[in-house]
Nanobody, 121 residues
Framework: QKRLVESGGGLVQPGGSLRLSCAAS????????IGWFRQAPGKEREGVSY????????YYADSVKGRFTISRDNAGNTVYLQMNDLKPEDTAVYYC??????????????WGQGTQVTVSS
């Protein structure tokens, strides 16, 4: 069974950091482009970051540029989202997705179940 599982979410104070993981099972992430998305209550899902199957290009939403970093560990079949200087407006459920195609016309075939990130004092 092909699955994506996110982990690493939690409660953090403003200015803090979290590292989200997106681990794949049943398939190899090497050949897939990966996107991180988030959805806050009452808001539409938005793209946060993207990394192609060849590790370039990489994109970030303007709201997270300079604070978030996407990376992949092919040996570990995992993609990470390092989130620094977190702000209350980063509070959301974060999802990873794996797919193919060229940015921005990526078709995502697999989605994780999401991990909650809450930024609050």
């Amino acid at each position: 069974q092909k699955r994506l599982v996110e982990s690493g979410g939690g409660l953090v104070q403003p200015g803090g950091s979290l590292r989200l993981s997106c681990a794949a099972s049943g398939f190899t992430l090497d050949y897939y482009s990966i996107g991180w998305f988030r959805q806050a209550p009452g808001k539409e899902r938005e793209g946060v970051s993207y990394i192609s199957s060849s590790d370039a290009p990489i994109y970030y939403a303007d709201s997270v540029k300079g604070r978030f970093t996407i990376s992949r560990d092919n040996a570990g079949n995992t993609v990470y989202l390092q989130m620094n200087d977190l702000k209350p407006e980063d509070t959301a459920v974060y999802y990873c997705a794996a797919g193919g195609g060229s940015w921005p016309a990526v078709i995502y075939d697999y989605w994780g179940q999401g991990t909650q990130v809450t930024v609050s004092s």
